[in-house]
């Protein structure tokens, strides 16, 4: 795979630069070439050939990014899965046709089994494995319905790395087994830059973090930035290394992109786009206060149809192995976001799924959203739809608060707010004080659960 040994040879060049730190040790890129040797041995010996199933269990550390660019240059297929992935675990490693399974605590893996085959491997599998690409198998996050097996020619993802980018300390914020996280570590691997590695992602952990390491720039998601403005931690740490902070995977608040630029002014904010069936897309936000976007680049292709987002992209997906092709035979791709268009630029709005329809009035989750954070001592927010005899469905809302409060009290200050904020038919009909956390393990709002009947 010339590629992957292009860019794992490159790393000798960096020699004793930071490639990785994690748990305040640092690996260096000579350090980290090495490690990618070894495992390419290990993997040898234990029989792993060119072609079969291999599922990471852990999270980042020096020890699970070099095992997977070792299988990437054995031509394996990756299967990066979180720690914590539940009763579903077992259905994963059957439907990405797992033969091999690798556990870590940390960075030492602490188990290995072996599985036999499946009678029949999928066809898109099987097609992989005849080309002799390397593989990439990756979980949707189940957000908003069934998780699906999303198949990626890992060659087609090296490509987009290849061009040289300047070298930032980075924070690995984006999960192991997310299309973001695997984007960082090949981007700020294949530029000489340095990934900062963390075991919790909690705002006072991730800001101790950017002082003590010096973090440039940190990728993350809308609903982690919310809790981090929410939790005050930023003014706790000397965050001046901080340059750049790039946001996706959800639309963002209107109010927390305002609170962004107050509390942290000096700092770049970026819309990134980017999904698991198609990659990173380019991306070029209007400025730092705009939600507004130019998406698209070489390789890319975008139209909006229907105020909809369709995609046609080089590094798109092979397919799912548990689902249909959702690709139309000219190679579109409906990415189910409706947005609004501004000459060149685009801002998302949400997606065509989780719109409420109100009386025949459209409704955007994210834009209730926006106004509900607004209000003092709420910390977190979720809208979603209530059936109505009257309307069909109304606005719903889930919130928590950051200090214990009078419920009745609560809901009256939120709807006086939302009256004044939002048309009749946006505002929350129901309300519910939750003590539970609104979001998964990849900080990304968790609609697919949310429902309720007034």
Known sequence: MRRMSSLIERFLAFGDRDAIVWRDQTTTYAELHQQIGSWCEQLELLGVKPGESVAVCGDYSPATTALLLALACRQCIVVPLAVAVGDVEEDWLQTADVTVQIHFEGDRPVVLRRHDPTASAHPLLARLRGDGHAGLVLFSSGSTGTCKAILLDFNLLLEKVERRAKAHRTLAFLLFGHIGGINTVLRTLASGGTLVMMDTRQPAEVCAAIERHS????????????????????????????RLITYGTEPMPESTLHGLREALPDVILKQTYGMSELGILPTRSKSSESLYMQVGGDGFETRVVDDVLWIRADTAMLGYLNAPSPFFEDGWFNTGDVVEVDGDYLRILGRASELINVGGEKVYPAEVESVLLEIPNVSDALVFAGDSPVTGKVVCARVVVAAPED??????????????????????????????????????????TAEANP
């Open 215 to 242: 973090v440039e720039l940190l990728p993350t998601t809308p609903t982690f930035l919310t809790l981090l403005l929410m939790s005050g931690s930023y003014r706790h740490h000397n965050l001046e290394s901080l």
């Open 407 to 448: 419920e009745a009290e609560l809901r009256r200050r939120i709807k006086r707010h939302c009256r004044a904020r939002l048309a009749p038919f946006k505002v929350p009909v129901t309300i519910e004080i939750s003590n539970s956390t609104l979001h998964g393990s990849r900080y990304k709002k968790i609609r697919a």
